[in-house]
């Protein structure tokens, strides 16, 4: 395989990253400004990816628990 060949190939996969990852953040509530301010999406650490997403998920469930008004305790710790 020619290296051009090899580089249009990569372009490619990096396109669907980017693609499927501005899917992602926009299901789970990023807005499209909020997207664009974290740069090129086919460049974004995996480890930073998976904390936007846990982030909105846990900013959901908050919402969730409070429209619910779902009581959370603490469980208390054995003293010893």
């Known amino acids: ?11 490619k ?6 693609s499927g990852r501005r899917v992602f953040l926009k ?7 909020e ?4 740069g090129d999406l086919g460049e974004l650490p995996s480890e930073q990816m998976s904390e ?7 900013d959901a469930l908050a ?3 409070d429209k619910e008004a779902v009581r959370i305790k603490r469980l208390n710790e054995k003293s010893g």
């Open 1 to 11: 395989m020619s290296e051009e060949k090899a580089r249009g190939g990569a372009e």
């Open 27 to 33: 299901t789970v509530g990023y807005s499209e400004p």
């Open 13 to 18: 996969a990096k396109e669907l990253l980017r």
């Open 35 to 38: 997207i664009l301010g974290f």
């Open 52 to 58: 936007l997403l846990h982030r909105k998920t846990l």
């Open 63 to 65: 919402k969730y628990f």
